[in-house]
């Protein structure tokens, strides 16, 4: 399985972004689907999980600004993030659990927010 996340850029605090991650697999088959963070010397920490259900669940930090979704049809994952915050600023993974509990990681996309 292979994961491709795409949609980082540069962006002044306050905007907004939409980050992609397209699977080589069909998406339905996985238990969950993740977004990672890792921002410069620190560790990667856990941001959004989305079932194969569809439940969902966010980091304390980014509830109520960042929705993550998903389109079975394209194999897609989405972050949409919203009232950015230079804290944000980091690497930005997606990751696939499948029904074995095998993870599968993207190669990251890089988010910058200026203040």
């Known amino acids: 399985v292979q994961l491709q996340a795409s949609g980082g850029g540069l962006v002044q605090a306050g905007g907004s972004l939409r980050l992609s991650c397209a699977a080589s697999?069909?998406?339905?088959?996985?238990?969950?689907m993740h977004w990672y963070r890792q921002a410069p010397g620190k560790q990667r920490e856990w941001v959004a999980l989305i079932t194969g259900g569809g439940s969902t669940n966010y980091a304390d930090s980014v509830k109520g600004r960042f929705t993550i979704s998903r389109e079975n049809a394209k194999n897609t994952m989405y972050l949409q993030m919203s009232s950015l915050k230079p804290d944000d600023t980091a690497v930005y993974y997606c990751?696939?659990?499948?029904?074995?509990?095998?993870?599968?990681w993207g190669q990251g996309t890089q988010v910058t927010v200026s203040s």
């Open positions: 990751n696939a659990e499948s029904l074995q509990s095998t993870a599968y």
């Open positions: 697999a069909n998406i339905f088959t996985f238990k969950a």
